[in-house]
């Protein structure tokens, strides 16, 4: 191994800006690849931050995953309190020592006990490094809180600044990628001003109090030679360790499923292309207070218990044992599932607890319990005011997360007004399938209406449904749209009636029309029948007249005929005229 | 050293890089102080911190050069060249003698 000194002769030419990953999420994304390799980075930020622990993870997974050994050089605890911190976090450093994958050398100084008698310097630090270095054949070091050193040497502060710059230079020489953690000062990064010489990368770790909850901020202030996010990236301490939370840069490579899973409503189902959600998207059902959200997301995971999958169901408002007796008066015994052990209830109160907290306790129930649906009943309570301004971030993780595990995601929210909270826009952008619960009030009640505001991949129905809760579950019935809008529950019965009794009256008045007709066609019948008999009768009569002129006319010749006979015998010389003077028609016709 | 262990005997560790000019520079200076305050003797044992770099971390040093005093009790560290002798006197319990 070289000795520090070398450093001044300069280290290799770098082509390009290479980076090593610090497996930490969210991180390398931000950073496009992590921490510049070779290169030493400065974290800081007040005590409490994270910065033990962002270094320890960049050692601990440049040891486990990326195959590089790392030298942790600590001032700032004992070696029994730093195991037995990290290994909760669920960092084996000691068995990483073992291995020879990491060394830890704790630096303990005790300002009281030196003694400074002329001038000096840090050699004897450097030859710690560089022989820990050689020993595991490191690639990476962190040293946790350099500062200290001023305060030890309080009388040298220009002396620590050129070693430590001499230590930064040799750990640059050699290669090592480093993270130096470092307390922020006042007006500074760092108290000492050590932003000035490890200008490669600065990282700045945060932690406000707003609202009487604590938020965890990260920023890269500056990354020399590479683009990276310049925001303030919320970020959290779960199970996995630090976990920053970059939403605008949420890689989008999950897996997805063609897979569909029925809601557990028919009517719904119908509604969504007549399949119902996609596997492992997310849904968020919206509404106001007393919608039915609650009975909605329990048909979820009673259908998803059907198919044989496990339900993790998160309630911050209900027990299990009050969701269980409610789901019960609708039809819904969730009761069988929890004995089967495929439902589990994890019900808390909503408490100032950070969102932070709430969501590592979800985190490892997730883990624990691997299911295939989760359901968060509301996932307002986690984004309410009282939980941080960054709780609508720190959801999107979740959600995403979620998603990417192939879990499907049930979220109830519940919204004040209609159209949803600024929190629940945000969620609502996420999620693959939007379902709103409305409320429609007029004739002295309140009907539930429902209506799938947005589902994607898949031709979903426009229309609202009356959404139902009987003792036999939920039924969706299609509402009534007449020219007073949408009706539902009795307005929807009523006007359904009165639309019967129009027809009903239509049908009478066509009745009455085609008995009056049926009258008039009797009336004239018998007018008809009437003048008939007349003519008939007239007929008659004409008819006897003639007859009987008829018979008088032929009296009348045959009466003559004898006349004429008795004539001839008196007097053959006749003259007609004197016979008959009235009739001349009858001698012509003769 | 064959010398008597005496309970007020020093025992000193003097860490150092090399040959560096501090370094060269403590040790004469050390030697020379202890030779002219230490009429029953002492030990001094000199580490190059780059030779013995385990022991640099067992002993928890960071300054070169440093100067334990094991014996007698108290232990006491010292960082420096011991430019400043009177502070070294008193850091091992010599000033007495040499008031005498």
Same mark, same amino acid.
């Given at each position: 191994?070289?000795?520090?000194?070398?450093?001044?002769?300069?280290?290799?030419?770098?082509?390009?800006?290479?980076?090593?990953?610090?497996?930490?999420?969210?991180?390398?994304?931000?950073?496009?690849?992590?921490?510049?390799?070779?290169?030493?980075?400065?974290?800081?930020?007040?005590?409490?931050?994270?910065?033990?622990?962002?270094?320890?993870?960049?050692?601990?997974?440049?040891?486990?995953?990326?195959?590089?050994?790392?030298?942790?050089?600590?001032?700032?605890?004992?070696?029994?309190?730093?195991?037995?911190?990290?290994?909760?976090?669920?960092?084996?450093?000691?068995?990483?020592?073992?291995?020879?994958?990491?060394?830890?050398?704790?630096?303990?100084?005790?300002?009281?006990?030196?003694?400074?008698?002329?001038?000096?310097?840090?050699?004897?630090?450097?030859?710690?490094?560089?022989?820990?270095?050689?020993?595991?054949?490191?690639?990476?070091?962190?040293?946790?809180?350099?500062?200290?050193?001023?305060?030890?040497?309080?009388?040298?502060?220009?002396?620590?600044?050129?070693?430590?710059?001499?230590?930064?230079?040799?750990?640059?020489?050699?290669?090592?990628?480093?993270?130096?953690?470092?307390?922020?000062?006042?007006?500074?990064?760092?108290?000492?001003?050590?932003?000035?010489?490890?200008?490669?990368?600065?990282?700045?770790?945060?932690?406000?109090?707003?609202?009487?909850?604590?938020?965890?901020?990260?920023?890269?202030?500056?990354?020399?030679?590479?683009?990276?996010?310049?925001?303030?990236?919320?970020?959290?301490?779960?199970?996995?360790?630090?976990?920053?939370?970059?939403?605008?840069?949420?890689?989008?490579?999950?897996?997805?499923?063609?897979?569909?899973?029925?809601?557990?409503?028919?009517?719904?189902?119908?509604?969504?292309?007549?399949?119902?959600?996609?596997?492992?998207?997310?849904?968020?059902?919206?509404?106001?207070?007393?919608?039915?959200?609650?009975?909605?997301?329990?048909?979820?995971?009673?259908?998803?218990?059907?198919?044989?999958?496990?339900?993790?169901?998160?309630?911050?408002?209900?027990?299990?044992?009050?969701?269980?007796?409610?789901?019960?008066?609708?039809?819904?015994?969730?009761?069988?599932?929890?004995?089967?052990?495929?439902?589990?209830?994890?019900?808390?109160?909503?408490?100032?607890?950070?969102?932070?907290?709430?969501?590592?306790?979800?985190?490892?129930?997730?883990?624990?319990?691997?299911?295939?649906?989760?359901?968060?009943?509301?996932?307002?309570?986690?984004?309410?005011?009282?939980?941080?301004?960054?709780?609508?971030?720190?959801?999107?993780?979740?959600?995403?997360?979620?998603?990417?595990?192939?879990?499907?995601?049930?979220?109830?929210?519940?919204?004040?007004?209609?159209?949803?909270?600024?929190?629940?826009?945000?969620?609502?952008?996420?999620?693959?399938?939007?379902?709103?619960?409305?409320?429609?009030?007029?004739?002295?009640?309140?009907?539930?209406?429902?209506?799938?505001?947005?589902?994607?991949?898949?031709?979903?129905?426009?229309?609202?449904?009356?959404?139902?809760?009987?003792?036999?579950?939920?039924?969706?019935?299609?509402?009534?749209?007449?020219?007073?809008?949408?009706?539902?529950?009795?307005?929807?019965?009523?006007?359904?009636?009165?639309?019967?009794?129009?027809?009903?009256?239509?049908?009478?008045?066509?009745?009455?029309?085609?008995?009056?007709?049926?009258?008039?066609?009797?009336?004239?019948?018998?007018?008809?029948?009437?003048?008939?008999?007349?003519?008939?009768?007239?007929?008659?009569?004409?008819?006897?007249?003639?007859?009987?002129?008829?018979?008088?006319?032929?009296?009348?010749?045959?009466?003559?005929?004898?006349?004429?006979?008795?004539?001839?015998?008196?007097?053959?010389?006749?003259?007609?005229?004197?016979?008959?003077?009235?009739?001349?028609?009858?001698?012509?016709?003769? | 050293?064959?010398?008597?262990?005496?309970?007020?005997?020093?025992?000193?560790?003097?860490?150092?890089?090399? &040959?560096?000019?501090? %370094?060269?520079?403590? =040790?004469?200076?050390?030697?020379?102080?202890? @030779?002219?305050?230490? *009429?029953?003797?002492?030990?001094?044992?000199?580490?190059?911190?780059?030779?013995?770099? &385990?022991?640099?971390? %067992?002993?928890?040093? =960071?300054?070169?050069?440093?100067?334990?005093? @094991?014996?007698?009790? *108290?232990?006491?560290?010292?960082?420096?060249?011991?430019?400043?002798?009177?502070?070294?006197?008193?850091?091992?319990?010599?000033?007495?003698?040499?008031?005498?």
């Amino acid at each position: 191994m070289t000795s520090p000194d070398a450093a001044d002769r300069g280290g290799p030419a770098r082509v390009m800006l290479p980076k090593s990953l610090t497996g930490i999420d969210g991180f390398d994304e931000i950073t496009e690849g992590g921490l510049p390799t070779g290169r030493p980075t400065l974290v800081c930020g007040l005590a409490g931050a994270g910065k033990s622990l962002f270094a320890l993870q960049f050692l601990v997974n440049g040891a486990t995953r990326y195959g590089e050994p790392g030298v942790f050089l600590t001032f700032e605890e004992p070696r029994d309190d730093l195991l037995a911190n990290t290994s909760s976090l669920g960092l084996d450093l000691a068995g990483l020592e073992r291995d020879g994958k990491l060394l830890i050398d704790v630096v303990t100084l005790q300002s009281e006990t030196i003694v400074e008698a002329g001038d000096f310097d840090l050699e004897a630090l450097m030859a710690r490094v560089a022989w820990a270095v050689e020993k595991i054949g490191a690639k990476r070091v962190a040293i946790d809180n350099v500062e200290s050193l001023f305060v030890t040497f309080a009388n040298r502060p220009a002396m620590i600044r050129s070693e430590l710059q001499r230590l930064f230079r040799w750990l640059k020489a050699n290669g090592l990628t480093t993270v130096i953690t470092g307390e922020r000062g006042v007006d500074t990064l760092t108290r000492h001003g050590m932003e000035e010489y490890l200008a490669d990368c600065v990282v700045l770790l945060d932690q406000r109090v707003i609202q009487e909850v604590t938020t965890r901020r990260l920023r890269v202030l500056k990354y020399r030679g590479s683009i990276h996010g310049t925001n303030e990236y919320p970020f959290l301490i779960g199970l996995d360790g630090l976990q920053v939370l970059p939403i605008t840069s949420l890689t989008m490579d999950q897996q997805v499923s063609d897979e569909r899973l029925s809601t557990g409503i028919p009517g719904l189902d119908e509604m969504l292309g007549g399949l119902g959600v996609f596997q492992a998207s997310s849904v968020l059902i919206s509404g106001t207070s007393g919608t039915g959200k609650t009975t909605l997301a329990a048909n979820f995971a009673n259908a998803a218990c059907e198919r044989g999958g496990t339900v993790l169901f998160f309630s911050f408002e209900e027990s299990p044992a009050e969701i269980l007796r409610n789901m019960a008066s609708v039809g819904l015994d969730l009761a069988r599932w929890v004995a089967a052990g495929l439902l589990h209830f994890h019900c808390e109160r909503p408490t100032t607890l950070g969102v932070e907290a709430r969501l590592v306790t979800m985190q490892r129930l997730i883990h624990q319990i691997a299911p295939t649906m989760v359901i968060i009943e509301p996932v307002s309570s986690l984004s309410s005011d009282t939980t941080g301004p960054d709780a609508p971030a720190m959801i999107v993780r979740q959600i995403h997360y979620l998603k990417s595990a192939g879990i499907t995601t049930v979220l109830t929210s519940l919204t004040g007004s209609d159209m949803g909270e600024p929190s629940t826009q945000h969620i609502s952008s996420l999620v693959d399938t939007w379902v709103l619960v409305r409320t429609f009030e007029g004739s002295g009640e309140r009907n539930r209406g429902l209506y799938v505001l947005k589902s994607r991949g898949m031709a979903h129905s426009n229309q609202i449904r009356e959404f139902i809760l009987s003792d036999n579950g939920v039924r969706l019935v299609p509402v009534y749209i007449g020219p007073a809008g949408v009706l539902t529950g009795s307005a929807r019965a009523a006007e359904e009636t009165i639309e019967r009794d129009i027809i009903a009256g239509l049908d009478e008045k066509a009745a009455q029309l085609a008995a009056a007709l049926e009258g008039r066609r009797e009336a004239v019948e018998a007018h008809v029948a009437a003048i008939r008999t007349d003519f008939e009768t007239e007929e008659s009569l004409t008819r006897r007249l003639v007859e009987t002129t008829e018979e008088r006319r032929v009296a009348l010749q045959s009466e003559r005929t004898a006349e004429g006979h008795k004539r001839t015998v008196a007097s053959t010389v006749n003259s007609p005229s004197r016979e008959r003077p009235g009739d001349p028609r009858e001698e012509a016709s003769r | 050293m064959t010398h008597e262990v005496a309970p007020d005997r020093l025992r000193l560790m003097l860490f150092i890089s090399g &040959a560096s000019p501090a %370094s060269t520079r403590a =040790v004469r200076r050390l030697r020379d102080l202890c @030779d002219r305050n230490c *009429p029953d003797g002492y030990d001094l044992e000199i580490v190059d911190v780059y030779q013995q770099p &385990a022991l640099v971390v %067992s002993r928890g040093v =960071v300054a070169v050069p440093t100067l334990i005093k @094991d014996l007698p009790p *108290p232990v006491r560290v010292l960082a420096g060249d011991f430019a400043d002798e009177s502070a070294v006197l008193t850091a091992l319990g010599l000033s007495g003698r040499t008031a005498d």
